[in-house]
């Protein structure tokens, strides 16, 4: 059983930056993050594979970063130049090694953190 553990949201003005953090149990094949704003389905934002290959969404390519620590099990996602449409509840996913994992499918994982929320305001 993954444990994640979310931290790093919080409200901030558009142009701003965030940085999330996801304390894992341990690392599997796909450690990823997703979004999911009110009344909209949970959309994929970035995913990175064990051999740290990743995969963005268009809508935060170039000012999303996804990254792992080294030395901990933590995985990050550096949010620069955030949008009111970035607004919403942020997971943490973990899963192992599934056919074109790229396309950051919610079905994939098999554990999520509990989300922590992000309000961008205009």
């Known amino acids: 059983q993954v444990q994640l553990v979310e931290s790093g949201g919080g409200s901030v003005q558009a142009g701003g930056s965030l940085k999330l953090t996801c304390s894992a149990s341990?690392?599997?094949?796909?450690m990823a993050w997703f979004r999911q704003a009110p009344g909209k389905e949970r959309e994929g934002v970035a995913v990175?594979?064990?051999?740290?290959?990743?995969s963005y969404s268009d809508s935060v390519e170039g000012r999303f970063a996804i990254s792992k620590d080294l030395h901990k099990t933590n995985l990050y996602l550096q949010m620069n130049n955030l949008k009111p449409e970035d607004t919403g509840m942020y997971y943490c996913?973990?899963?192992?090694?599934?056919?074109?994992?790229?396309?950051?499918?919610?079905?994939?994982?098999?554990?999520w953190g509990q989300g922590t929320r992000v309000t961008v305001s205009s």
């Open positions: 341990e690392y599997t094949y796909l």
């Open positions: 990175m594979n064990s051999d740290g290959i990743t």
């Open positions: 996913a973990a899963g192992g090694l599934v056919d074109r994992w790229w396309h950051r499918r919610p079905a994939d994982y098999n554990y």
